[in-house]
């Protein structure tokens, strides 16, 4: 770890400009934040581009990246690796991702962060990894490792963050009840209401408050989406209770929307599958020819990961992937029928394998 950590350093000193690219959900805002304060104190140039597994698939991604050094915070980066050894020929790269790991690309230009890599041996978010790199705004990776559900494996270590800036400690097993989730809630907000926009005038308000008071303040202008946002996840969960379908064999509850007036597939399925939370819950989120899919289990029981990889398999412009308790998935409308077909196959897959 030391030794990749040298060799970011010394990349990060010697660049004129680098690229930093994010996931623009909560864990992705509050790691790249964390980078580039340490950017701006050492006085660098950098250019934001945000980014997304589904973004990452295409070739026409990487044009972007024009900078001798680019960093991929919480972004896979290692699952498109013939992209990735492209770039690396005009750029030295910095991954630091805690998606499940698909391969070591650590090379003498390449310096490749994952828990699985770095010998910690239980879920860590990306702001805990950028935090432990870079030491500086523990309030900053609380939120990020809250946001990405992570507050049950560090709960000792939020517990001593809230302490540090005067707030009680929480008990709830994800710490979803800390003084710092409610700060994931309104950075969520500004994504799922402005999209791009709205997360990139989170990362502003992170980036510029030195201290969580100053961020506290600033971040009140967001409170308006959050209420916004609340109300209709709000009136979408009274539906899904209304409306869901459940498979009890497969213990699967699936719910389908369409049209959304905002992206709020990953945090309804994921304040849903806490309600349900021996279930696998399944939303489908159907815009124009394309259905987003969610998929949720929080007992841990079967991989949503691999259910969604697996289920994507062999469908044309399809991509799945993500964490074992929270994943995602993209498919045509048109392959809508088969992917629903192999979603359950893969399930029972898994529930005769854990058998
Ligand atoms: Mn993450």
Redesign the pocket.
């Known amino acids: 770890m030391n030794q990749k950590k040298e060799k970011m350093i010394k990349w990060i000193k010697n660049a004129g400009t680098i690229d930093v690219v994010y996931?623009i959900?909560t864990?992705?805002l509050c790691?790249a934040a964390q980078l580039i304060k340490y950017l701006k104190k050492k006085g660098k140039n950098y250019n934001l581009i945000s980014g997304s597994p589904q973004k990452m698939r295409h070739s026409s991604f990487y044009y972007k990246l024009k900078s001798e050094l680019v960093i991929f915070l919480?972004l896979p980066a290692d699952h498109y690796e013939d992209e990735i050894y492209k770039l690396n020929d005009r750029a030295d790269i910095v991954i630091i991702d805690?998606?499940i790991m698909n391969k070591d690309m650590n090379s003498e230009t390449i310096a490749h962060f994952n828990p699985a890599l770095d010998g910690i041996d239980k879920y860590c978010?990306?702001?805990k990894q950028v935090y432990d790199l870079f030491r500086k705004y523990d309030w900053i990776a609380a939120i990020?490792v809250i946001g990405?559900l992570g507050g049950k494996q560090w709960k000792e270590w939020i517990n001593r963050v809230e302490k540090r800036h005067g707030l009680s400690p929480c008990k709830g097993e994800y710490c979803l009840d800390s003084e710092f989730a409610k700060y994931d809630h309104l950075i969520n907000a500004s994504r799922m209401i402005k999209g791009e926009e709205g997360s990139m005038e989170a990362l502003k308000i992170l980036v510029e408050s030195e201290t969580f008071e100053e961020f506290k303040k600033q971040s009140e202008k967001l409170i308006s989406w959050e209420q916004e946002i609340s109300s209709y996840l709000e009136e979408l969960k009274e539906r899904f209770e209304k409306d869901k379908e459940e498979n009890k064999k497969l213990e699967l509850l699936t719910f389908t929307i369409r049209n959304p007036k905002y992206s709020i597939g990953s945090a309804l399925s994921t304040i849903i599958s806490m309600e349900h939370y021996n279930k696998t819950v399944v939303l489908f989120i159907i815009k124009n020819s394309i259905v987003n899919v969610n998929f949720r289990r929080q007992d841990g029981k079967y991989d949503m990961a691999l259910l969604a990889k697996k289920s994507v398999e062999g469908l044309p412009k399809a991509s799945g992937g993500g964490h074992p308790k929270a994943a995602g998935a993209t498919v045509r409308i048109v392959d809508f029928a088969e992917f629903r077909n192999n979603l359950k196959k893969n399930l029972r897959a898994q529930m005769k394998a854990a058998k």
């Open positions: 996931h959900d864990d992705g790691s919480d805690h998606h978010p990306s702001s990020g990405d």
